[in-house]
């Protein structure tokens, strides 16, 4: 690793040095340098440059050696989520300790190096193709099925593994859906010039190489606003996980989104599609898979899921 770009260098430099680093980066990638930013929360932080292209935002994540996987409670499960699991376990007349359950869906503690990137701030969608309404494309019983749906004041339409049609103000947004599998898949990111962040560069990107089940600490914090267990008292409030971490990323929160990652086959970290949440878990059990350290998922079969795959596109720095 380039020492000048890893997190405790990076973290020491003066604002103009920053600065010209960051203006070089962006020359070498033909970025839009956008500005620092300083990312501040739960207990990490970084001020780092904010980049953009072709329409996307990215953030430069600097490089580091660190501890990942888990076997053990930091601090200790908090009060909150051990009762709930207690209660869970009474229900489901479960036997067995909490930790050693979660500890079987954790990843093996193991030392990473991780190199310098330059990182999309946002998930993004896989297979979706936004089209007008007017497309010859669309077929004419779907656009049917649209005017009966909007008819009954709905404002998202999905036809499975065909279209989807979301209210925007007074008119619709269609989107076409193509189907893609992993392969062809990284091979069309690749040719764009990104990459997919390993399981290993994921999880520090979630977690920074926090110790803890999450980046926050050893229990689930029941203040957030959570998608899927959200108050209707809390409906202008924004989901506290999806907020950018201590890296300015928008990662591992929606356990319905599965983030793709780079690997001999297709895995996925940061959600299980919904399992744990659709099979009445609650929130600590539902909300597990978005550990950094939960164990990557190797799906069985290559064909990507446009309503629960997602990707991060991502450049590895390397600078002479």
Same mark, same amino acid.
């Given at each position: 690793?380039?020492?000048?770009?890893?997190?405790?260098?990076?973290?020491?430099?003066?604002?103009?040095?920053?600065?010209?680093?960051?203006?070089?980066?962006?020359?070498?990638?033909?970025?839009?340098?956008?500005?620092? &930013?300083?990312?501040?929360?739960?207990?990490?932080?970084?001020?780092?440059?904010?980049?953009?292209?072709?329409?996307?935002?990215?953030?430069?994540?600097?490089?580091?050696?660190?501890?990942?996987?888990?076997?053990?409670?930091? +601090?200790?499960?908090?009060?909150?989520?051990?009762?709930?699991?207690?209660?869970?376990?009474?229900?489901?007349?479960?036997?067995?300790?909490?930790?050693?359950?979660?500890?079987?869906?954790?990843?093996?503690?193991?030392?990473?190096?991780?190199?310098?990137?330059?990182?999309?701030?946002?998930?993004?969608?896989? *297979?979706?193709?936004?089209?007008?309404?007017?497309?010859?494309?669309?077929?004419?019983?779907?656009?049917?099925?649209?005017?009966?749906?909007?008819?009954?004041?709905?404002?998202?339409?999905?036809?499975?593994?065909?279209?989807? !049609?979301?209210?925007?103000?007074?008119?619709?947004?269609?989107?076409?859906? &193509?189907? +893609?599998?992993?392969?062809?898949?990284?091979?069309?990111?690749?040719?764009? *010039?990104?990459?997919?962040?390993?399981?290993?560069?994921?999880?520090?990107?979630?977690?920074? *190489?926090?110790?803890?089940?999450?980046?926050?600490?050893?229990?689930?914090?029941?203040?957030?606003?959570?998608?899927?267990?959200?108050?209707?008292?809390?409906?202008?409030?924004?989901?506290?996980?999806?907020?950018?971490?201590?890296?300015?990323?928008? +990662?591992?929160?929606?356990?319905?989104?599965?983030?793709?990652?780079?690997?001999?086959?297709?895995?996925?970290?940061?959600?299980?599609?919904?399992?744990?949440?659709?099979?009445?878990?609650?929130? !600590?059990? *539902?909300?597990?898979?978005?550990?950094? &350290?939960?164990?990557?998922?190797?799906?069985?079969?290559?064909?990507?899921?446009?309503?629960?795959? !997602?990707?991060?596109?991502?450049?590895?720095?390397?600078?002479?």
């Amino acid at each position: 690793m380039n020492e000048t770009l890893s997190r405790p260098r990076f973290n020491q430099m003066e604002t103009p040095e920053k600065q010209a680093l960051m203006e070089k980066l962006a020359a070498r990638y033909d970025m839009t340098f956008l500005g620092l &930013h300083t990312f501040d929360r739960w207990g990490q932080s970084c001020t780092t440059g904010v980049f953009g292209k072709d329409g996307r935002e990215f953030v430069f994540v600097p490089g580091d050696r660190v501890t990942l996987g888990w076997e053990r409670f930091a +601090i200790g499960l908090s009060q909150e989520s051990r009762e709930e699991l207690e209660y869970l376990f009474r229900e489901w007349e479960m036997e067995g300790d909490p930790e050693e359950m979660i500890g079987e869906g954790m990843a093996p503690v193991r030392q990473a190096a991780i190199p310098p990137m330059l990182v999309g701030r946002e998930l993004e969608e896989i *297979g979706w193709e936004p089209v007008a309404l007017d497309d010859p494309r669309l077929r004419p019983d779907w656009l049917e099925e649209l005017r009966q749906f909007a008819a009954t004041g709905g404002n998202s339409l999905t036809l499975v593994g065909c279209a989807r !049609f979301e209210r925007d103000g007074d008119s619709w947004q269609a989107c076409l859906y &193509h189907e +893609i599998d992993y392969p062809d898949f990284r091979k069309r990111l690749h040719d764009q *010039g990104f990459s997919l962040p390993t399981a290993d560069e994921w999880a520090y990107l979630c977690g920074g *190489g926090c110790r803890t089940l999450f980046p926050w600490g050893d229990g689930l914090d029941y203040s957030m606003r959570l998608h899927w267990f959200e108050d209707t008292e809390d409906e202008d409030r924004p989901y506290d996980m999806e907020e950018p971490n201590f890296f300015g990323l928008s +990662i591992a929160y929606d356990p319905y989104k599965r983030e793709v990652v780079q690997a001999d086959r297709f895995t996925t970290c940061g959600g299980d599609g919904g399992c744990n949440i659709c099979g009445g878990l609650g929130p !600590f059990l *539902g909300f597990l898979p978005c550990s950094p &350290h939960y164990r990557p998922e190797v799906q069985e079969d290559n064909e990507l899921d446009g309503d629960y795959d !997602f990707y991060r596109p991502i450049i590895r720095v390397e600078m002479s």
